[in-house]
Nanobody
Framework: QVQLVESGGGLAQPGGSLRLSCAAS????????MGWYRQAPGKQRELVAR???????DYADSVKGRFTISRDNAKNTVYMQMNSLKPEDTAVYYC???????????????WGQGTQVNVSS
């Protein structure tokens, strides 16, 4: 019913940049919030950044000033520009969307499959 398709992961050197994209498709009525979470080996999944439909943003302290989240509401797509990457940013990054299906009133959380980001020299 809903797909979140991520792209843009890969390998970057410390200090380098990557840009992640996530497009939501399917029987979507409205999306209230989209964002990115990450999970490193042996660690719990954590919020990286999220953005609401009106553009309000929220960032993890560890990425403030380095990562920028943005959103194209018309395309149901969220982006995250990651600059000044550090080895500790290495993780699987998951797209998240809080959305409502066309025929439902209630909102629910949906997840993408994840995209690997490796930061290494």
């Amino acid at each position: 019913q809903v797909q979140l398709v991520e792209s843009g992961g890969g390998l970057a050197q410390p200090g380098g940049s990557l840009r992640l994209s996530c497009a939501a498709s399917g029987s979507i009525g409205s999306i209230s919030r989209m964002g990115w979470y990450r999970q490193a080996p042996g660690k719990q999944r954590e919020l990286v950044a999220r953005i609401t439909s009106d553009g309000s943003t929220d960032y993890a302290d560890s990425v403030k000033g380095r990562f920028t989240i943005s959103r194209d509401n018309a395309k149901n797509t969220v982006y995250m520009q990651m600059n000044s990457l550090k080895p500790e940013d290495t993780a699987v990054y998951y797209c998240n969307a809080r959305l409502r299906l066309v025929w439902l009133a209630a909102y629910a959380e949906y997840w993408g499959q994840g995209t690997q980001v490796n930061v290494s020299s």
